[in-house]
């Protein structure tokens, strides 16, 4: 009996140091620091063998994608780089012929080029914003701050756009506090109001509204404009989707895209109400605390 409970006291010490074993591997695997040679075969069972492979494997997976991430990252600067130059030649030469050129002919051509070269622009640029914040080039940083600076930033940028129209825009003052990354919530939120304002008729408003939840802040958007069909709600968040209703005016379909990614990216969401024909509300939720 004394030898038979001896044996199972053996076998439980060694269960528990295997486990002990265990664990330290899996330490050093999610600390980055897990080396095959710092353990030695001959003292493991075949579990503890296979789970080592497991985790060379896990180890090599991961430095082949930050290798990966490498690559991806120097494309996209490669890409900003040397299309930023050619594009701003042509849109700067396309505006000194059209201050100079009179032949009634020539002019709408002219004209046509300077809006495609800015559309080529903010193309390759969003798609640089997206493909950074895809690949996690360039990670958010969300801290908590008032609402209320943002929202006026975004206004100001917004403000000549809007006069063009004469489309009134209303912010409505707010003490909220959210928990963001500033650069990036402006250029999100700065989509919605420029979706607001293009696809609003002259003469008409847009609402900017704050609503202080419990645990999130909502950014709300609200136009007068064309609305969103119920069956193309769900669509208009994927990347370069554009209704058939707004194929003439300007845009690549890609803001509300980028809008959702930074929304997600800072554990908020984004969503729509909207009627057909009697305009729409876009709600950019931001949490309230860090997590």
Same mark, same amino acid.
């Given at each position: 009996?004394? %030898? $038979?409970?001896? %044996?199972?006291?053996?076998?439980?010490?060694?269960?528990? %140091?295997?486990?002990?074993?265990?664990?330290?591997?899996?330490?050093?695997?999610?600390?980055?620091?897990?080396?095959?040679?710092?353990?030695? *075969?001959?003292?493991? !069972?075949?579990?503890?063998?296979?789970?080592?492979?497991?985790?060379?494997?896990?180890?090599?997976?991961?430095?082949?994608?930050?290798?990966?991430?490498?690559?991806?990252?120097?494309?996209?600067?490669?890409?900003?780089?040397?299309?930023?130059? +050619? &594009?701003?030649?042509?849109?700067?030469?396309?505006?000194?012929?059209? *201050?100079?050129?009179?032949? +009634?002919?020539?002019?709408?051509? &002219?004209?046509?080029?300077?809006?495609?070269?800015?559309?080529?622009?903010?193309?390759?640029?969003? #798609?640089? =914003?997206? !493909?950074?914040?895809?690949?996690?080039? #360039?990670?958010?940083?969300?801290?908590?701050?008032?609402?209320? +600076?943002?929202? $006026?930033?975004?206004?100001?940028?917004?403000?000549?756009?809007? #006069? =063009?129209?004469?489309?009134?825009?209303?912010?409505?003052?707010?003490?909220?506090? @959210?928990?963001?990354?500033?650069?990036?919530?402006?250029?999100?939120?700065?989509?919605?109001?420029?979706?607001?304002?293009?696809?609003? +008729? !002259?003469?008409?408003?847009?609402?900017?509204?704050?609503?202080?939840?419990?645990?999130?802040?909502? /950014?709300? /958007?609200?136009?007068?404009?064309?609305?969103?069909?119920?069956?193309?709600?769900?669509?208009?968040?994927?990347?370069?989707? $554009?209704?058939?209703?707004?194929?003439?005016?300007?845009? /690549?379909?890609?803001?509300?895209?980028?809008?959702?990614?930074? @929304?997600?990216?800072?554990? %908020?969401?984004? =969503?729509?109400?909207?009627?057909?024909?009697?305009?729409?509300?876009?709600?950019?939720?931001?949490?309230?605390?860090?997590?």
């Amino acid at each position: 009996m004394f %030898g $038979r409970h001896k %044996g199972k006291e053996k076998g439980k010490k060694i269960r528990i %140091g295997t486990m002990a074993k265990l664990e330290d591997m899996l330490d050093d695997a999610l600390d980055g620091h897990f080396n095959e040679r710092d353990y030695n *075969e001959s003292r493991f !069972s075949r579990l503890e063998v296979k789970w080592k492979r497991f985790l060379s494997s896990q180890m090599t997976a991961k430095q082949k994608l930050l290798e990966e991430q490498g690559r991806i990252k120097s494309l996209i600067s490669d890409i900003s780089h040397q299309t930023k130059t +050619p &594009i701003s030649n042509i849109m700067l030469y396309s505006q000194l012929l059209e *201050e100079k050129e009179k032949n +009634p002919e020539l002019v709408p051509m &002219i004209e046509a080029i300077r809006e495609q070269s800015e559309k080529l622009d903010f193309l390759i640029q969003s #798609l640089i =914003k997206t !493909s950074r914040l895809e690949n996690e080039v #360039l990670m958010l940083q969300p801290v908590l701050q008032p609402v209320a +600076p943002m929202l $006026r930033a975004v206004v100001s940028m917004m403000q000549e756009e809007a #006069l =063009k129209k004469q489309i009134k825009i209303i912010l409505e003052d707010t003490k909220a506090q @959210a928990c963001f990354d500033r650069k990036w919530t402006e250029e999100a939120v700065g989509n919605l109001l420029d979706n607001a304002v293009k696809y609003s +008729p !002259s003469g008409s408003r847009v609402q900017i509204k704050v609503t202080d939840y419990e645990m999130f802040v909502a /950014v709300n /958007v609200t136009d007068q404009g064309i609305g969103i069909m119920e069956e193309e709600q769900a669509k208009i968040f994927q990347r370069f989707y $554009r209704s058939k209703e707004t194929a003439q005016t300007k845009g /690549v379909g890609i803001g509300l895209y980028l809008a959702r990614e930074i @929304a997600e990216r800072q554990n %908020g969401y984004l =969503k729509v109400k909207s009627q057909h024909g009697k305009g729409s509300t876009f709600s950019f939720y931001m949490i309230k605390n860090e997590r």
